[in-house]
């Protein structure tokens, strides 16, 4: 064992011991809600910025997996939305120029919003239709007295939606009544 390893076996601890505060504030009831408005949308359109649209982009898949009718803006088969569709969209800091425009389209448009976020009181939760709480540092506390997590940057967020969104695909998985068959039938063979 060299000297280093302690650090590093703390460092993991650390992060782990971060990543589960964060998860165990998170409201289970606004979970289910969420996972009420996915399941129940006709066609799911998610957003979300640098590595905050990495997690979502892991969680349209399975929303895919699971059967759902769902997209990334960005990608150049997003339909319109309009009534009856749900924009799902991460904003950590909560407010981002693009996320803003882009709820306004939506709302426009006459589909409903989901913002998951760390600031609830930010300009994009304020837009959106039901907001879904995260309580983890970004990268808009993560400086100064504000900065509490031993992980850089928004890492804490975006490893807490890692988690929340699979816990939502679990939650998904029994609400639409989905077999580990079904999903996995729906995995690509083009790899």
Do not use: W
Request: charged share 20%.
């Amino acid at each position: 064992m060299t000297r280093e390893e302690p650090v590093l076996t703390n460092l993991y601890r650390t992060a782990i011991e971060e990543l589960a505060t964060v998860a165990n504030a998170i409201d289970d009831v606004a979970v289910d809600e969420a996972c009420r408005r996915v399941a129940s949308a006709r066609h799911v359109c998610v957003y979300a910025g640098g590595r905050e649209g990495l997690q979502v982009k892991g969680f349209a898949m399975r929303l895919f997996h699971l059967g759902r009718a769902v997209s990334v803006v960005g990608d150049m088969t997003v339909p319109a939305l309009g009534p009856g569709d749900l924009f799902f969209v991460v904003c950590g800091p909560g407010e981002i120029s693009t996320a803003v425009a882009l709820v306004g389209v939506a709302r426009t448009a006459g589909a409903q919003v989901v913002v998951v976020t760390a600031q609830p009181e930010g300009r994009v939760p304020r837009m959106a239709d039901f907001v879904l709480t995260v309580p983890a540092q970004t990268m808009a506390d993560d400086q100064g007295d504000a900065a509490t997590s031993v992980l850089p940057m928004g890492s804490l967020f975006e490893g807490a939606l890692f988690v929340l969104f699979e816990v939502m695909v679990l939650k998904l998985k029994t609400l639409l009544d989905v077999s580990p068959e079904a999903m996995r039938a729906n995995h690509t063979n083009m790899e």
